[in-house]
């Protein structure tokens, strides 16, 4: 069974967690003094293998050579994972010698993908599990799910706000001075016309759903004639050259989310299991295209992935093995 497919970033693909995972153990195996060539040789194979593997590494490298001038969010749970493990080891060794096998740990392997993540540059940025409203200038809202992170290019001419990773629920003030709401990705734009809507990065598309008013989502490399006007209730997927309506959001609440469960409507398992993604502290095994075909339609809570597990579990013609709280493999009854 193969591993989703990691969320892209512009220039280099984002490492899912298990290959975090595997660079700590490698980066942790090479600190050691009896370590041989043969062991080096396979770790540079190793990353040679996928570019990914390479990043996971190289992130790494720069925890190590920079750990001592780690400021703010990074420094706090990596100094205090650190002085636990050094408590318990030798009591004069240097804090800084112990990273290589504090990095092995879990907790501090979901920290460097959180740490090192772009979307820290963000202006507003979420992490796993997490979910935030935030109030613009004007006094619209931003709500930003989990592992979502936004940009906010106000100007005398428009309200703009890039959407860089997840989905936001935008709630739109009136401008006096009658500057237009815009959302934009990488695929493209969607403006508010009225006050309500939710964008999401669904890979290399964005969705589009209307919960109040209107909304002109338009590609981002074609003519103004390609743009579509979406009405309350309706959903799009915008993709570089295109716009496509679709017959459903597969929500019968698309901002759900914000309220911490999922009101489902026919949805693919696979898009379910993407957004579980930003709220489980692990690893997720499963195949996307296998799970495209089974539907999900009910309530599903996402602040407690485990239970939501359970209840998919329970539900559904699927297989679900927890080997560890953090790691949940899923696949399709045969």
Known sequence: MGHTIAESLPGECEPPADVVAAAAQWFVRLQEDDVSDQERAQCLRWRQANVTHDLAWRRLEALWRNFDDLEGKAAQPAQAALAKLDARKRGKRRVKRTVGATICCIGVAVLLSEVMHRHLLADHYTGLAQRETVTLSDGSELTLDARSAVDIRYSSTERRVVLREGQILAQVNHDRDNRPFVIQTEQGTA??????????????????????????????????????????????????????????????????????????????????????????????????????????????PIDDSEQAFYILGRTLPIEVRQYTPWAVAIKKKK
């Open 191 to 300: 403006t508010a016309l009225g006050t309500r809507y939710t964008v999401s990065l669904l890979g290399n598309s964005t969705q589009v759903s209307v919960l109040e008013s209107n909304v002109r989502v338009c590609p981002g490399r074609n003519s103004p004639a390609a743009c579509a006007d979406l009405k309350q209730g309706q959903t799009a997927n915008v993709e570089a050259n295109f716009v496509s309506r679709m017959e459903t959001s597969g929500y019968s609440d698309p901002a759900s989310w914000s309220q911490g469960y999922l009101a489902l409507d026919n949805q693919s398992l696979s898009r379910v299991l993407q957004v579980l993604k930003a709220y489980h502290s692990g690893v997720m095994w499963y195949d996307e295209s296998e799970l495209e075909s089974v539907r999900v339609s009910g309530v599903i």
